[in-house]
């Protein structure tokens, strides 16, 4: 029974780690090295700067290149078991990672005289199927990444436009020097070549530059290259439509297009490396591998109508340098290229994380391969589609630790990637190519004419030749042979008349079924070039897409961004809400509290007043049956005694009993006298007694009614001290306790001219409640009376 672990067993079998070396570059100063070497296989770094005395981080390759390694010992190592896949159907993947002169592009292409790993790939593979290869044409791309088989006399006419063409690109081929003399080939070969297959090798060369992809094999368009769409082929391999793929049958043609593509190449300035270059750039080898060879007629190897292909693809990656902008004072388009540069490095990280991830818990994240046209072109490969070699160089000086540091890394973290151990690709029945020339056989093999079939002919008449026949019967049957003979030439000519007719009509139809092709075909070229203007509008609209998608992808971030600010602030200000509500409701109850407060208040004052008017009225009521007893009192009549005027001198008894004629005290007057009223029940009840008016200490108040006449009299009030009524300013001078006197004064003239004064005077006494009120207890009346006038009564009274 097959448990989870033997199956896991059998899955790690079947999977097989991403192989990382590491090549070391040679330093002028061996002594200013970050890197140590501890075995073939592990090294560490560290800095000058760094003095802790942490442990050192070990990082393992599968095997580290010194300074002193060969370009060969690399090859031979790192390249020579990918191209033994290639040439076996299987697809192999090798890309240099490193930071910018670090030795990538001299560990992969190399220096005229001492190769690298690519021109050492094209020659191995040349001399291994020098003589194995089909002839040129025979096989030719269907421009869908796959391969067809064209009719030999396709094949022939192909070449010959080839050695037509060919005469004009010498020039070219001179210009770019001596391709063969530039690599030296050291004769080394494959050892498992299947010898019962043809080979054909295909060419193409690829550059990824600001995550667009371009094709720098094609001439089509001389100024600036057209972009390129990836796509995916009908076996799920992606590659780059629209790509020139050219067939080469020797080492030199495979130079010739690597150095015309090198020429369109974009090479761009930094500070760390004049020829540093700032795009990817992807060599790719592709063999097609045809089993089952026959012969043909003339004894030449031909391919068999059910034949199958193998097709082995090897990519030669030379990344672009993996440095920090700072570090190469990189700025404005350079530094667009940087951050593209190093974005879709980190998509290359990333990918190989989340791959690592995967495998290592068995989780289904999703592969961000799409994120990066890098990434996505090497989809397959990390998904089994072929083997994975990365070669990581470094520059071992102090100056690039910190970049050597993150190189490491990755390095690392890569070695942990397994990709499915690659079969073979399924191998494919060769898909014959229409012929070009309708009426044209693909094999060179010859027509014969057939001849009519014997049986529709007389029969021959038995004819021997017996030496005892007689001469007769000889003849006869000799004659009925000719006969019989004769009829047969007649009826095969006959026959051959009707073929031939039947073949000139075929013929007839042949040229009209040519010309509609030639029709069609003019109209397939016109859909093609419809097609092709589609297919470019389309790319356009893609990119716009993409670029709009992400556009979109930024807006909606923004958008949940201010959504979640929109949010946050709601909910402030739903509290803010609450808070003034529950204020408003607090108020609205205190206020109604306040409200019934102040109502009870009122109810009690209205209570209070009622009580008190209902009190003061009883009081009034009292004060006024007192004041009319007091009235009742003052105008019963009593008789003062007479006065005496000496002349015309009035004469004022002082010492003269109260009880005179006492008149009813005046209305009250207005200020002190109201004050007392409204105090009446607080009024201090004092003995009516008699006062002199001639005290001396007292502050007379005095109070006149009307501005008196000048009396001029004798007899006049002695009042030395007065203050008048009118002079008070304050209700404090009313109640001023140094004024104790009060007198009212009025003057009245009879009908004979006659005038009469009235003193009312009074005591004034304080209150209880603060005032004053006064208590009138005299009456003085002073009349003057003309000598000569009818003598009435001259008196005080
Ligand atoms: N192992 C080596 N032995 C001798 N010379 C080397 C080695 N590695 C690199 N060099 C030299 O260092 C220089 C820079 O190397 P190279 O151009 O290969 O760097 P690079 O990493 O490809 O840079 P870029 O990222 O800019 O393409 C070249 O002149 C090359 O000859």
Same mark, same amino acid.
């Given at each position: 029974?097959?448990?989870?672990?033997?199956?896991?067993?059998?899955?790690?079998?079947?999977?097989?780690?991403?192989?990382?070396?590491?090549?070391?570059?040679?330093?002028?100063?061996?002594?200013?090295?970050?890197?140590?070497?501890?075995?073939?296989?592990?090294?560490?770094?560290?800095?000058?700067?760094?003095?802790?005395?942490?442990?050192?981080?070990?990082?393992?390759?599968?095997?580290?290149?010194?300074?002193?390694?060969?370009?060969?010992?690399?090859?031979?190592?790192?390249?020579?078991?990918?191209?033994?896949?290639?040439?076996?159907?299987?697809?192999?993947?090798?890309?240099?990672?490193?930071?910018?002169?670090?030795?990538?592009?001299?560990?992969?292409?190399?220096?005229?005289?001492?190769?690298?790993?690519?021109?050492?790939?094209?020659?191995?593979?040349?001399?291994?199927?020098?003589?194995?290869?089909?002839?040129?044409?025979?096989?030719?791309?269907?421009?869908?990444?796959?391969?067809?088989?064209?009719?030999?006399?396709?094949?022939?006419?192909?070449?010959?436009?080839?050695?037509?063409?060919?005469?004009?690109?010498?020039?070219?081929?001179?210009?770019?020097?001596?391709?063969?003399?530039?690599?030296?080939?050291?004769?080394?070969?494959?050892?498992?070549?299947?010898?019962?297959?043809?080979?054909?090798?295909?060419?193409?060369?690829?550059?990824?530059?600001?995550?667009?992809?371009?094709?720098?094999?094609?001439?089509?368009?001389?100024?600036?290259?057209?972009?390129?769409?990836?796509?995916?082929?009908?076996?799920?391999?992606?590659?780059?439509?629209?790509?020139?793929?050219?067939?080469?049958?020797?080492?030199?043609?495979?130079?010739?297009?690597?150095?015309?593509?090198?020429?369109?190449?974009?090479?761009?300035?930094?500070?760390?490396?004049?020829?540093?270059?700032?795009?990817?750039?992807?060599?790719?080898?592709?063999?097609?591998?045809?089993?089952?060879?026959?012969?043909?007629?003339?004894?030449?190897?031909?391919?068999?109508?059910?034949?199958?292909?193998?097709?082995?693809?090897?990519?030669?990656?030379?990344?672009?340098?993996?440095?920090?902008?700072?570090?190469?004072?990189?700025?404005?388009?350079?530094?667009?290229?940087?951050?593209?540069?190093?974005?879709?490095?980190?998509?290359?990280?990333?990918?190989?994380?989340?791959?690592?991830?995967?495998?290592?818990?068995?989780?289904?994240?999703?592969?961000?391969?799409?994120?990066?046209?890098?990434?996505?072109?090497?989809?397959?490969?990390?998904?089994?589609?072929?083997?994975?070699?990365?070669?990581?160089?470094?520059?071992?000086?102090?100056?690039?630790?910190?970049?050597?540091?993150?190189?490491?890394?990755?390095?690392?973290?890569?070695?942990?990637?397994?990709?499915?151990?690659?079969?073979?690709?399924?191998?494919?029945?060769?898909?014959?190519?229409?012929?070009?020339?309708?009426?044209?056989?693909?094999?060179?093999?010859?027509?014969?004419?057939?001849?009519?079939?014997?049986?529709?002919?007389?029969?021959?008449?038995?004819?021997?030749?017996?030496?005892? =026949?007689?001469?007769?019967?000889?003849? $006869? +049957?000799?004659?009925?042979?000719?006969?019989?003979?004769? #009829?047969? !030439? *007649? %009826?095969?000519?006959?026959?051959?008349?009707?073929?031939?007719?039947?073949?000139?009509?075929?013929?007839?139809?042949?040229?009209?079924?040519?010309?509609?092709?030639?029709?069609?075909?003019?109209?397939?070229?016109?859909?093609?070039?419809?097609?092709?203007?589609?297919?470019?509008?389309?790319?356009?609209?893609?990119?716009?897409?993409?670029?709009?998608?992400?556009?979109?992808?930024?807006?909606?971030?923004?958008?949940?961004?201010?959504?979640?600010?929109? =949010?946050?602030?709601?909910?402030?200000? $739903? +509290?803010?809400?609450?808070?003034?509500?529950?204020?408003? #409701?607090? !108020? *609205? %109850?205190?206020?109604?509290?306040?409200?019934?407060?102040?109502?009870?208040?009122?109810?009690?004052?209205?209570?209070?007043?009622?009580?008190?008017?209902?009190?003061?009225?009883?009081?009034?009521?009292?004060?006024?049956?007192?004041?009319?007893?007091?009235?009742?009192l003052l105008d019963s009549e009593v008789p003062m005694s007479p006065l005496q005027i000496p002349g015309s001198m009035a004469t004022i008894d002082f010492d003269a009993p109260m009880t005179t004629k006492r008149e009813s005290p005046p209305a009250q007057s207005e200020g002190v006298i109201n004050e007392s009223t409204s105090h009446r029940r607080n009024m201090i009840r004092t003995p009516l007694r008699h006062r002199r008016s001639r005290s001396t200490g007292d502050v007379w108040l005095e109070h006149n009614s009307i501005k008196p006449v000048p009396l001029g009299t004798v007899l006049q009030p002695s009042m030395k001290k007065r203050k008048s009524v009118s002079k008070l300013k304050k209700a404090d001078d009313v109640t001023n306790p140094k004024q104790t006197k009060y007198c009212l004064i009025t003057q009245e003239q009879d009908d004979e001219g006659e005038l009469e004064t009235k003193v009312y005077k009074g005591d004034i006494l304080p209150t209880c409640g603060g005032g004053a009120q006064v208590v009138f207890n005299d009456v003085e009346r002073l009349r003057q009376e003309s000598p000569t006038g009818t003598p009435t009564s001259g008196y005080r009274q």
């Amino acid at each position: 029974m097959e448990t989870p672990r033997s199956r896991e067993n059998s899955m790690d079998r079947s999977r097989e780690s991403v192989h990382v070396f590491c090549r070391l570059k040679p330093l002028e100063n061996e002594t200013e090295t970050s890197i140590k070497l501890l075995s073939p296989t592990t090294l560490t770094i560290r800095s000058t700067a760094d003095k802790s005395t942490k442990r050192d981080v070990h990082y393992i390759f599968n095997h580290i290149f010194t300074s002193y390694s060969s370009q060969k010992e690399i090859f031979d190592h790192v390249a020579l078991p990918l191209l033994e896949g290639v040439i076996n159907g299987k697809n192999g993947l090798l890309f240099t990672y490193g930071v910018t002169g670090s030795g990538k592009t001299y560990t992969l292409t190399g220096e005229p005289n001492n190769p690298g790993i690519m021109p050492r790939c094209i020659d191995t593979l040349f001399n291994t199927i020098a003589n194995f290869q089909t002839q040129k044409y025979v096989i030719k791309s269907d421009k869908m990444n796959g391969f067809e088989i064209q009719s030999e006399s396709d094949a022939v006419e192909d070449r010959f436009r080839e050695t037509r063409t060919n005469k004009i690109s010498k020039t070219n081929r001179r210009a770019m020097g001596d391709c063969k003399s530039y690599y030296t080939n050291d004769g080394s070969r494959l050892t498992n070549l299947n010898e019962n297959s043809l080979y054909c090798v295909f060419i193409s060369y690829i550059e990824i530059y600001n995550n667009i992809v371009f094709d720098l094999l094609d001439e089509s368009t001389s100024t600036r290259p057209e972009s390129k769409i990836l796509r995916e082929d009908s076996q799920k391999n992606m590659y780059v439509n629209g790509s020139v793929e050219l067939e080469v049958k020797s080492a030199a043609e495979a130079y010739e297009l690597f150095f015309k593509g090198q020429k369109r190449k974009r090479m761009a300035y930094t500070a760390l490396n004049a020829e540093s270059s700032r795009s990817h750039s992807i060599f790719n080898i592709r063999i097609v591998q045809i089993e089952q060879v026959a012969q043909n007629s003339h004894g030449q190897a031909a391919v068999p109508e059910n034949n199958i292909m193998r097709v082995g693809q090897l990519s030669l990656v030379d990344l672009a340098g993996s440095e920090r902008c700072s570090r190469t004072q990189t700025t404005g388009l350079r530094l667009k290229e940087a951050s593209i540069i190093n974005n879709s490095l980190m998509t290359l990280r990333i990918c190989l994380e989340t791959l690592r991830e995967n495998q290592q818990t068995g989780n289904n994240k999703l592969v961000p391969y799409r994120d990066s046209r890098l990434t996505l072109l090497f989809k397959n490969y990390f998904e089994g589609g072929g083997q994975v070699r990365m070669v990581v160089c470094i520059n071992p000086s102090l100056r690039d630790y910190e970049e050597n540091l993150q190189v490491l890394k990755f390095a690392e973290m890569t070695k942990d990637v397994k990709v499915i151990n690659p079969e073979p690709r399924t191998p494919y029945n060769i898909r014959r190519a229409k012929t070009k020339t309708p009426g044209v056989t693909r094999t060179p093999a010859t027509m014969k004419r057939s001849r009519p079939a014997s049986f529709l002919l007389p029969k021959l008449p038995i004819f021997t030749t017996d030496a005892n =026949k007689s001469v007769k019967r000889f003849l $006869d +049957e000799t004659s009925n042979l000719l006969k019989v003979l004769n #009829l047969r !030439k *007649e %009826k095969s000519l006959g026959f051959n008349s009707i073929v031939r007719e039947k073949e000139n009509h075929f013929r007839k139809r042949l040229v009209d079924i040519n010309q509609q092709m030639l029709v069609s075909q003019s109209e397939a070229q016109s859909i093609k070039a419809l097609l092709k203007k589609e297919k470019r509008k389309n790319y356009n609209l893609e990119t716009k897409l993409a670029d709009v998608e992400a556009n979109q992808k930024d807006l909606e971030m923004q958008i949940s961004n201010f959504e979640e600010v929109i =949010k946050k602030q709601q909910l402030k200000i $739903d +509290e803010k809400d609450m808070k003034i509500n529950q204020n408003l #409701l607090e !108020k *609205e %109850k205190t206020k109604q509290k306040q409200a019934l407060k102040a109502e009870r208040i009122a109810q009690e004052l209205e209570a209070k007043h009622r009580q008190q008017r209902a009190h003061l009225q009883a009081e009034m009521d009292a004060q006024d049956m007192k004041l009319k007893k007091v009235k009742e009192l003052l105008d019963s009549e009593v008789p003062m005694s007479p006065l005496q005027i000496p002349g015309s001198m009035a004469t004022i008894d002082f010492d003269a009993p109260m009880t005179t004629k006492r008149e009813s005290p005046p209305a009250q007057s207005e200020g002190v006298i109201n004050e007392s009223t409204s105090h009446r029940r607080n009024m201090i009840r004092t003995p009516l007694r008699h006062r002199r008016s001639r005290s001396t200490g007292d502050v007379w108040l005095e109070h006149n009614s009307i501005k008196p006449v000048p009396l001029g009299t004798v007899l006049q009030p002695s009042m030395k001290k007065r203050k008048s009524v009118s002079k008070l300013k304050k209700a404090d001078d009313v109640t001023n306790p140094k004024q104790t006197k009060y007198c009212l004064i009025t003057q009245e003239q009879d009908d004979e001219g006659e005038l009469e004064t009235k003193v009312y005077k009074g005591d004034i006494l304080p209150t209880c409640g603060g005032g004053a009120q006064v208590v009138f207890n005299d009456v003085e009346r002073l009349r003057q009376e003309s000598p000569t006038g009818t003598p009435t009564s001259g008196y005080r009274q």
